[in-house]
Structures are given as C-alpha cells and as structure tokens.
C-alpha cells in the first residue's frame, strides 16, 4: 500500500474545457501502458460518447466528470450520471481509470457519490460507461484476453480499491466465447424443427433501415424489460446503433425471426473491431481509416460479437421460444463461418438468465470473463 499521505498532494477538477477532456480520454493511456491485453479505444468515438450535445443519452441523462491529478498529472478520473428513464433513486458511476492508490480512488468515488447525493439519490452503482446498454460492470475475471468490441478493460486492482471504498457486489455480467464449428445439439435440432413450420427468418433490409432498426429496438426493448437495471433504447439511442450496423455489419449478420409476419426475435452479429485497431492507439489519422477499411472488407476479423439479441417476452417461457434464440444464432452462426470467424462472443449475460445460460452451454459455450455491477447505499442529506 501506498504511503498514507499522499492525498496530500492530490486534487480533483471537474472536466470542463477541452484540454481536460483530452486529459481525461488520454488518462487511460498510462493506466495500461503495461498491459498487453488492453486495446485503445478510438479516441474521436470516446470523445462522441461523453459529449453531451451528441450522445443521445444525454437526452434523458444528467452526467459530470473529473479528474484526480497528483502534482499537477491526472492519475485518475470517473463520471457520475443519473438516467432519468430508470432512476428509481439509483445513479451510477462510470469511465473509472486510476493508478494503483487507494487515496484515488476514495477520493473519485467520494466525488461521485457527493454530487449524486445532491441531485437526491440514495444508491450508487457501477461501472456503467455510460448506461446499461454500452460497456457495463467492472473486469474481475478474464484479465488474460483483450476485450472485444463494445467491451471493457480492467485491471485486478480496481476491484480491490472498490470494495475499501464501502461497495459490494450487486450483479455479475457474463461474457461467453462459443466456437462457429458447435456442434448443434439434437435436442435443438428438434425444437428447430418443429418450429420451422410456422417460423420464416430474414436478414436486415438496409434499403429498409429506418424501419427495421425499430423493429429490432421494439424486440430487444419487450425481451429484456423484466431484466435487473432494464433501461429501454430510445429510439434517439438505436440510431447510432444502426449508423454502426449500417457500416460495420453485412446484412446476413443481422437475423430476425417471424411468425405470421411479425418479428419475434432477432440477433446482431458484429465483427470484432478490437481486432482490427488494436495497433492503431486509438488514432484514425492519417492513415488509421484505411487501414480499418483493409481489415475489415479485405481481411476479416477472424472474432466477432454479438451485442444484441433477443426474444419476445411472451415466448420466454414456451418450448418456442429456445427455438427462436437458436433459429437466429445458427442462420448468423453460418454467415460467420462463410467469412471465416472462427469465435464469436456472447456477451452480456446476465449470471441469473438462466434460460439463455443454458442454451449458450449447450452449444458449447464458455464463460470466460465476468464483469461486477458494484454498489452501495449513500447517506441522505436530509
């Protein structure tokens, strides 16, 4: 452990002007300069994300940052933000990147929950960078592989300074790897069969964009609304998804089931980025684009994602609806093999869906990292 006064020597300063924001977005940068499993993130989209004018979230969200610096050098930052569409007196923190000291992140944390504290809310909880729906819980298993896209990075220490500072768990995210070669099991066979007959399924219609990215919004917002932490996309939010599908993804990675017509569940395929920029250091320019570009339509990422997924509320607990996640997962599974993608990430799951756990595991799929949701209770000002 640290020497114990070196908080005397530290402040903090909420990010207000451009070259904190820069210190903020590069912080990371020396945090993980060791590391070789961590992947920076693209520096103009990180940017995009925290801007308040551009992000829609912020539509529905209040948010603020800082920046923990020792002798006049950032060593740490957060953000705290309160979502308005699922509040319930919980805020959450977020972006937390620190050195190896304990007094930083006390004094991070502190700053987080005193400015939460004032806006009336009464529990905290974390990381979200910034909402449930982007990068969510904190790396506490799996520290040996770079992430995938659209995915966290941690080190062991941040979960250790964590708990000091007063939090427990309140939720673990699961992130499965499952091989495109599975080997599918009969009994899915079976319940795919039997479904077939009243089940068609189609690829997204990019000529059709508008339309179809709310079908998927309207699908994935009634899948997951009984889920811990549901907070649903408005429709703002799905259009920087579909700006993202609409360049990264081919139409065939992105499958929807019907019956009789209607959309009843769908999934995203995503290449791995990640693998892609991992040499780029979060840089486009000058030649950071074509070299995305290359990797992307000349030599495929060999790993993929898939960040969304899901299957009508009133199938969950009906013999139909395992046939209709495993409909979509094996018509994208062979659109992955046609270009060569040896693994694709299943990720997140939550520790209690038990019922995507199970299909995930009979397809041979295995947990290999897991993200913690901390919390705690805050004191009230009253």
């Keep these: 452990m640290n020497n114990p006064d070196i908080s005397n020597s530290l402040s903090i300063s909420a990010v207000e002007n451009a070259r904190q924001l ?19 993130p693209l520096d103009f989209e990180l940017k995009q ?9 912020f539509k529905h969200a209040l948010g603020k940052k800082w920046l923990v610096y020792k002798n006049n050098q950032p060593v740490g930052r957060i953000s705290a933000q309160i979502d308005q569409l699922n509040r319930n007196g919980v805020g959450h923190f977020g972006m937390l990147e620190a050195r190896n000291d304990a007094s930083v992140f006390a004094l991070l944390l502190n700053t987080a929950e005193s400015w939460l504290e004032k806006q009336g809310i009464v529990q905290i909880q974390g990381p979200f960078n910034l909402s449930i729906n982007e990068e969510s819980g904190l790396l506490v298993e799996g520290f040996d592989t770079p992430p995938y896209i659209m995915m966290g990075h941690a080190l062991p220490y941040y979960q250790e300074h964590i708990i000091a500072a007063g939090y427990q768990k309140s939720m673990d995210l699961l992130a499965y790897l499952l091989p495109t070669d599975f080997e599918t099991p009969a009994v899915m066979k079976r319940l795919a069969s039997s479904a077939q007959k009243k089940v068609t399924v189609r690829t997204l219609r ?21 889920n811990w932490q549901f907070t649903p996309f408005t429709e703002a939010e799905f259009k920087e998804i579909g700006q993202m599908i609409a360049f990264l993804v081919d139409d065939d990675l992105v499958q929807i089931a019907e019956i009789d017509g209607r959309a009843v569940s769908f999934i995203v395929a995503m ?47 009906t013999r139909l609806g395992p046939a209709l ?6 018509k994208v599974r062979h659109g992955l093999r046609r270009r060569n993608v040896r693994e694709v990430e299943l990720s997140w799951i939550l520790e209690t869906n038990d019922g995507m756990r199970n299909i995930i595991d009979s397809l041979g799929g295995i947990p290999y990292k897991r993200y913690r949701v901390f919390g705690k209770e805050l004191q009230s000002l009253s």
């Design 22 to 40: 820069k210190q903020f977005i590069d912080l990371s940068r020396s945090i993980y300069q060791q590391d070789p499993n961590w992947i920076p």
């Design 49 to 57: 994300r925290l801007s308040e004018k551009k992000n829609p979230f």
């Design 206 to 226: 990019k000529k059709r964009l508008k339309e179809d990215l709310e079908i998927l919004r309207d699908i994935f917002n009634d899948a997951w609304s009984e």
């Design 271 to 317: 290449p791995n980025i990640n693998e892609a920029i991992a040499d780029l250091n979060g840089k486009l320019l000058p030649f950071g684009w074509l070299k995305l570009l290359w990797r992307l339509k000349v030599k495929y990422p060999q790993t993929a994602r898939t960040p969304l997924m899901g299957v009508r509320k009133e199938f969950h607990h």
């Design 325 to 330: 996640a495993f409909i979509v997962i094996e």
